[in-house]
């Protein structure tokens, strides 16, 4: 299995990225734990949660932190994975926090649930707009230096507060993030690409795009208004069913029919193309869907199918 590493840290992870935001929301724990042991038997040691998922059923969270904590502690397996979490999204209990206090609290809770001494990669997951930056960066420079947290990321954080904890990085001897997961895919490509791309270039970012196949519309399962029902998060991908959208699926059958292939792995195949892009996140509730996933980093797109996938998206 081919691994990169994050940044210029000594992380190495496969190409592809599980999104834990399903456990305990729309699997529960026996499934999770399938899905996960068929994920890392297949090679693959990328973990991408956070501390808040998913407050949307309780209210507060934590579900898929202590499913990945249970199934790491049963598998004694936690040395070979990498296992990223994040910080700061709201709850029902309080708004997005990025203050010292919050995050020197909600570290520890994680570890917690997650059955760890350490966090690989810890992500600023939406910044508060409110705390200083240096602020939060010394918060995570606490945490690094008792050994909680390795690396630090970010997910939700505009070009300017980017550019500012860079800054702040270098003038104060505080951690520098080492890796942007922001919202990127085949559909979704302006915002990335005038606003971070630039930026992750010059400060040797790896990208871990979220919403890699675009909630689902990328899998090609969603065709037109009649398709919407086909799941619980079909009514997301109403947005994509315009001209743009359906050229792009077009795009993706071609491909797919050339390979022999999915829609979702050409989609997949496309990211891990462009440049730093280490991991996209994904996530599956089956088995079938996980092999879509393995496929992709298998999948070595020629330029004609770029240059197609290119004009359809832009």
């Known amino acids: 299995m081919k691994k990169v590493n994050i940044g210029d840290t000594d992380l190495e992870v496969a ?60 598998r004694s397996n936690r040395n070979q994975l990498v296992v990223a979490t994040k910080v700061g999204s709201e709850t029902k209990e309080h708004p997005n926090d990025i203050s010292k206090k919050h995050i020197l609290k909600s570290v520890d809770e994680s570890l ?112 037109s208004e009649d398709d919407l029902n086909k799941s619980v998060r079909g009514e997301g991908v109403r947005k994509y069913l315009n001209e743009k959208g359906l050229n792009i699926i077009k795009a993706l059958d071609t491909i797919s029919e050339k390979y022999n292939s999915k829609p979702a792995t050409v989609s997949l195949a496309w990211l891990m193309a462009k440049p730093h892009i280490a991991a996209p996140i994904v996530s599956a509730t089956s088995k079938s869907q996980l092999q879509t996933l393995f496929d992709a980093p298998k999948l070595n797109l020629d330029r004609e199918d770029l240059e197609l996938l290119e004009i359809a998206s832009k």
């Open 112 to 223: 917690q649930r997650l059955q760890t001494d350490h966090i690989d990669l810890y992500y600023t997951h939406f910044d508060d707009n409110v705390t200083p930056v240096e602020e939060t960066l010394s918060a995570y420079d606490e945490i690094i230096k008792a050994g909680k947290v390795r690396h630090i990321a970010a997910s939700n954080l505009s070009p300017e507060r980017l550019l500012e904890s860079f800054r702040i990085s270098e003038e104060n001897n505080l951690p520098k993030y080492v890796a942007l997961q922001p919202h990127y895919n085949l559909v979704e490509r302006g915002n990335y690409e005038s606003q971070y791309a630039d930026l992750v270039d010059n400060h040797g970012l790896s990208v871990m795009p979220y919403y890699s196949l675009a909630s689902g519309f990328l899998t090609g399962k969603y065709r």
């Open 15 to 74: 190409r592809i990225n599980f999104g834990g935001n399903v456990f305990g929301w729309t699997l529960d724990e026996k499934q999770s734990f399938e899905i996960l042991d068929a994920f890392v038997d297949a090679g693959f040691n990328f973990l991408d949660t956070a501390d808040t998922y998913s407050w949307w059923v309780n209210g507060v969270g934590g579900q898929s932190e202590a499913i990945i904590g249970k199934w790491m502690k049963s």
